[in-house]
Every structure is written in structure tokens, then in C-alpha cells.
């Protein structure tokens, strides 16, 4: 016959409480602070991303009408002042501004091109 002693309360029972309870206080404490944390990389990203996006508004000239000296109109497309293109510019009409005149400088060759003749 096996014999069995009684459980007696143990020293620790009270500490064993207190530990997980401080346990419990920690898990929360390290939620509170992951999501502050997060919500901390949100908004910095968020401001960082209005910035550039008013620094590229600002450094390519756009507004309401077009960007910089280029707007677009009903007709087409109107440049006022100097502009650079990069590539070819097709075009059914060329117009000068109020005076009527039109200059087009080059770094290379100009060539217009009506139908079979070229100039």
C-alpha cells in the first residue's frame, strides 16, 4: 500500500501570482510600446511622403494649368518662354506668340517635314 502525504500550501504560492501577474504587465507593456512604435514608423513615413510629394510639385513647376511653361489647352498644348525637349516634337501647326515670331534653336539639326517634301 503506497502512502500519501497531504499537500501542504507552499512559501511560493503568493510569488507565483505576483509573477505571472508581472508577467502579464510585461507582454502588455511590450504590445503597448510594438504599437507605438508602429504607429511612430506610420506617421514618419506619411510625413516623409507629403515631402517628397510637395518637392517634386515644387522642382517639375506643376499647377492647375500644366507645369511650368507648358499648358494644356482645348487645341493642344501651349509653351510660353524657353523650354528643352529631350526626344522629337510631332506637330500638325507651329505658331510664333503675339508678335508673331517663332524661334527654334538647336544643338543639332531642325528638319520639318510636310507630306513628301522636307525643308
Known amino acids: 500500500m503506497a502512502l500519501t502525504l497531504p499537500k501542504l500550501p507552499s512559501k ?4 507565483d501570482k505576483n509573477l ?4 502579464r504587465r510585461l507582454f502588455n507593456d511590450r504590445k ?3 504599437l507605438f512604435t508602429l504607429l511612430v514608423f506610420l506617421g ?5 511622403n507629403i515631402g517628397l510629394t510637395l518637392w517634386l510639385i515644387t522642382a517639375l513647376r506643376l499647377n492647375i494649368h500644366g507645369s511650368g511653361p507648358i499648358s494644356f ?3 493642344g498644348l501651349e509653351i510660353r518662354g524657353s ?5 522629337s516634337i510631332h506637330t ?8 508673331g ?3 527654334l534653336f538647336s544643338d543639332r539639326d531642325i528638319v520639318f517635314k510636310s507630306g513628301n517634301s522636307s525643308l
Do not use: M
Open 12 to 15: 511560493n504560492a503568493g510569488t
Open 83 to 87: 523650354t528643352f525637349s529631350l526626344g
Open 92 to 99: 500638325k501647326q507651329l505658331r510664333g506668340g503675339q508678335n
Open 101 to 103: 515670331k517663332l524661334k
Open 44 to 48: 514618419t513615413l506619411v510625413i516623409v
Open 73 to 75: 489647352k482645348e487645341y
Open 32 to 34: 503597448r510600446i510594438c
Open 20 to 23: 505571472a501577474e508581472k508577467y
